[in-house]
Nanobody, 121 residues
Framework: QVQLVEFGGGLVQAGGSLRLSCAATGSVFSINAMGWYRQAPGKQRELVAVITTRGSTNYADSVKGRFTITRDSAKKMVSLQMNSLKPEDAAVYYC???????????????WGQGTQVTVSS
């Protein structure tokens, strides 16, 4: 069974930094894109950043220049370095991976359990 395990959230002052990481565990045959989404109270879940197998990245306009997404394909991990954090970055951050659990399965989207990021002003 596939699981995405996240770690690294917490409380930080505005202007500070946090690093989120996510590891895919269990039966993972191959991973396509990996990314991070976030959901603030009362708002819809939104894309923060995504990275493809080739290392191409895409960011939400609100985080460009402040956040950096990276992946370690060998370790089946994706990380999000968040700098210059703002109170509006506060949300539950979810790891996402589009992956195949076996050679005969179609790609499917998997989600982590979410990790809270709180930014104090």
């Amino acid at each position: 069974q596939v699981q995405l395990v996240e770690f690294g959230g917490g409380l930080v002052q505005a202007g500070g930094s946090l690093r989120l990481s996510c590891a895919a565990t269990g039966s993972v045959f191959s991973i396509n894109a990996m990314g991070w989404y976030r959901q603030a109270p009362g708002k819809q879940r939104e894309l923060v950043a995504v990275i493809t197998t080739r290392g191409s990245t895409n960011y939400a306009d609100s985080v460009k220049g402040r956040f950096t997404i990276t992946r370690d394909s060998a370790k089946k991990m994706v990380s999000l370095q968040m700098n210059s954090l703002k109170p509006e970055d506060a949300a539950v951050y979810y790891c996402n991976a589009n992956l195949r659990s076996s050679s005969y399965s179609d790609p499917d989207n998997y989600w982590g359990q979410g990790t809270q990021v709180t930014v104090s002003s």
